[in-house]
């Protein structure tokens, strides 16, 4: 995903849009995470798809940092904080999201980098799926 158009970079409202847009190529892409690193160009972005980091694009700089502050913003962090790593989580209604989010943030030579893990319902097993005895499961 790269984002380089000049006029939504310009519009307040393009963070949000294009938060919601990620979460759900993420979503339908079957991504467990979604990492943006930020650096001199802008905002890296990848997608952890069956335990492998892949890149997926970039934003420019000024749209990637309205991103990463919207992030901290939902998940009720400190927005001017970035050297110190922290955690939260979104609420699934804040993004239209399939998945409840959790959100952390860590300081890099390079900038920020925020990782968002979704957490969907189906990926949780069942307890017999576990291949637990029935009679070891609460003992």
């Given amino acids: 995903m790269a984002v380089h158009n000049n006029s939504s970079i310009s519009d307040p409202d393009s963070a949000p849009v294009a938060l919601e847009a990620l979460v759900k190529q993420a979503e339908n892409a079957g991504a467990s995470d979604i990492h943006l690193q930020s650096n001199t160009e802008g905002v890296e972005i990848g997608f952890r798809l069956d335990g492998v980091l892949q890149a997926i694009g970039t934003f420019p700089a ?28 979104i609420e699934r209604s804040d993004l239209k999201s399939q998945a409840d989010i959790r959100v952390a943030t860590y300081p890099t030579v390079t900038g920020e980098k925020i990782v968002l893990r979704l957490f969907r319902e189906s990926q949780v097993p069942e307890l017999n799926a576990l291949g637990l005895a029935l009679q070891r499961q609460f003992t």
């Avoid at 990637?64 to 502050?69: F, H, I, Q, S």
């Avoid at 110190?84 to 989580?89: A, E, I, N, T």
């Fill in 62 to 89: 000024e749209l990637g940092g309205r991103v990463l502050g919207r992030i901290k913003y939902l998940a009720r962090l400190k927005t001017y904080q970035d050297q110190f790593p922290q955690d939260g989580r």
